[in-house]
C-alpha cells in the first residue's frame, strides 16, 4: 500500500478485534517510531507496551471509560522525561561522539548551545517542549501503522496523573503524554465506513 492509499484507509479505530498483531509487526513499527524526527535529536520520551491485561483494564478508568485501551491488541504510552536539561544533553552529546567517532570536546560549542537554549526555559517550557515531541514521534507512528496495514486509534483524552500512578512512572522520572492503541479493526466498526473529512488542498496549503 504506497503512502497515500495507506493514509485514506486509516482512521481512529472505535471497535478493535479480539486478533492479536504480530509481535514482529508491532516491533518494526516501534522501530520506526524510534526513529521519528525530534528537535536536537534528544528523544525526551519513551514508549511504554503495556502488555499486562489486568493493568490495562486498571487504566479504563483514567481513559474515560475507553474500553480500547483493553480490547486493543498492543496499547502504546507516549510518556516524558521530566528533567530536562544539562544531564540529557550531556548523555545525548555523548552517544554522538561515540556514533560518529568524535571526542566530546569536538563537540563542545553544541553541547553549550543545547544547554544555553534549555537554561533560558522555564520549567514549564521544557515540559511543553518534551511533549511536543512525543507528539511528533506519535505523529511517525500514526503515519507508518497504515503502511504496514496496523489499525491505530491515539488517545489524548486520558487521565495522565492516573496513567502515572498506575505505571508507576514518576518513579522512573517520566510523565504521560499521549496513548495510541494498535490493532485490527473490528468487522462491526462503523467508523471504517465513514467517508474521510478534510479540507481541500486549495484551503489547506498556502504560497507567499
Known amino acids: 500500500m504506497n503512502v497515500m492509499d495507506a493514509l485514506n484507509w486509516r482512521y481512529a479505530v472505535r471497535q478493535f478485534s479480539p486478533e492479536r498483531l504480530d509481535e ?3 516491533m518494526e513499527l516501534l522501530g ?3 526513529l521519528s524526527a525530534t528537535s536536537y535529536g534528544l528523544q525526551p520520551y519513551r514508549m511504554i ?3 499486562d491485561m489486568s493493568v490495562r483494564r ?3 478508568e483514567y481513559s474515560y471509560g475507553q474500553e480500547k485501551v ?4 498492543h496499547l502504546i504510552v507516549f510518556a516524558v522525561q521530566t528533567r530536562v536539561g544539562d544531564e540529557m544533553v550531556d548523555r545525548y552529546i555523548r552517544s554522538v561522539a561515540l556514533a560518529r567517532e568524535l571526542s566530546v570536546d569536538e563537540l563542545k560549542g553544541l553541547a553549550e548551545h543545547m544547554k544555553s537554549v534549555f537554561s533560558g526555559m522555564t520549567s514549564e517550557q521544557k515540559r511543553e517542549w518534551a511533549h511536543q515531541q512525543a507528539y511528533i514521534a506519535l505523529g511517525t507512528m500514526l503515519t507508518v501503522a497504515p503502511t504496514m496495514e496496523i489499525d491505530t486509534c491515539p488517545m ?5 496523573d492516573g496513567y502515572d500512578s498506575i505505571l508507576g512512572l514518576s518513579e ?3 510523565e504521560t503524554s499521549v496513548v495510541c492503541a494498535l490493532g485490527v479493526r473490528h468487522p462491526e466498526d462503523e467508523n471504517a465506513l465513514l467517508k ?3 479540507y481541500d488542498m486549495a484551503e489547506m496549503m498556502m504560497t507567499v
Open 24 to 26: 514482529d509487526k508491532v
Open 32 to 34: 520506526a517510531t524510534r
Open 49 to 51: 507496551l503495556v502488555d
Open 58 to 60: 486498571s487504566l479504563i
Open 70 to 73: 483493553a480490547d486493543c491488541s
Open 156 to 160: 489524548g483524552g486520558i487521565e495522565a
Open 172 to 174: 522512573k522520572g517520566l
Open 196 to 198: 474521510k473529512v478534510r
